[in-house]
């Protein structure tokens, strides 16, 4: 019995030595890692909170502090920029908002697409994408079940000396995604702000943590559902950093906060 072999085509060496295209366009992968890279400190603190919630102390660089206070700046004084919205009853949150990628709205949530003047978000930059992206996954070193998620909303507040943040549950997002434990990715610029969390509203019960310029709040898996909120505003404890950004930036006295979410 002959024994039946596959023939394997010989090698068009013209066609090996033809030039391969070589193209000069950035991939998006390759783009948010060396936004990335200009935005991570080599050296940063870790501390954890919870089950799938871990801070991340100096996180960011300097460079990534004043870029993202930037583009910020480049967006908000046009349409879909900062403005003071309102809770159900139609009192001002003390506090300025503006979104990204798509629109939340404390009242509507995520039912419409534009804003009341009819202005709709700017697009969300592929930096921000990068940096939740990134931080998840050096949180995922230390935390195995923590689940990764691709943000399409970034809500920027800005908050003044006086303002504040009521407790609440980020838990306007798709259920499927909630379930999951898709974790929240929130970044602090700025003045510090005393930050409380936990698993129930009785303020009494609650713990709570400085957030500094610099660092990187993440909360997913079972503490995706944490009241949190913003009790005050404060001076930093080392104000030479915030100083140089505020420098830099032409930034006013605040905290500008970024929270980054898959909706």
């Not at 000069?24 to 603190?45: A, C, E, K, Q, Y």
Request: proline share 6%.
């Amino acid at each position: 019995m002959l024994k039946q072999y596959h023939s394997i085509p010989s090698p068009n060496i013209e066609d090996e030595n033809k030039a391969k295209p070589f193209s000069l366009i950035m991939t998006d992968r390759v783009r948010r890692n060396l936004v990335f890279d200009r935005w991570r400190n080599f050296m940063f603190g870790r501390k954890e909170l919870g089950p799938g919630m871990v801070l991340f102390k100096n996180y960011l660089t300097h460079m990534g502090q004043v870029d993202i206070v930037n583009i910020c700046q480049k967006w908000a004084m046009g349409p879909g920029g900062f403005y003071r919205p309102s809770n159900r009853s139609g009192a001002k949150l003390r506090l300025h908002m503006m979104c990204f990628g798509r629109l939340w709205d404390p009242v509507t949530k995520y039912e419409k697409s534009y804003r009341s003047d009819g202005s709709a978000p700017p697009p969300l930059p592929y930096e921000f994408i990068s940096l939740a992206e990134n931080a998840i996954e050096d949180a995922q070193l230390h935390m195995k079940l923590l689940p990764s998620m691709l943000p399409d909303i970034c809500v920027a507040n800005f908050y003044s000396y006086g303002d504040r943040l009521g407790l609440h549950q980020d838990c306007d997002e798709h259920v499927g995604g909630l379930d999951r434990g898709l974790p929240v990715v929130s970044v602090s610029i700025g003045e510090s702000a005393e930050f409380l969390y936990g698993h129930t509203r009785d303020e009494n019960k609650l713990e709570k943590v400085l957030l500094e310029s610099g660092d990187v709040l993440i909360f997913g898996g079972k503490s995706r559902r944490i009241f949190h909120g913003v009790r005050r505003i404060i001076p930093p404890l080392d104000p030479t950093g915030v100083s140089q950004v505020i420098e830099e930036t032409g930034l006013i006295l605040g905290r500008l906060n970024l929270t980054l979410k898959q909706s």
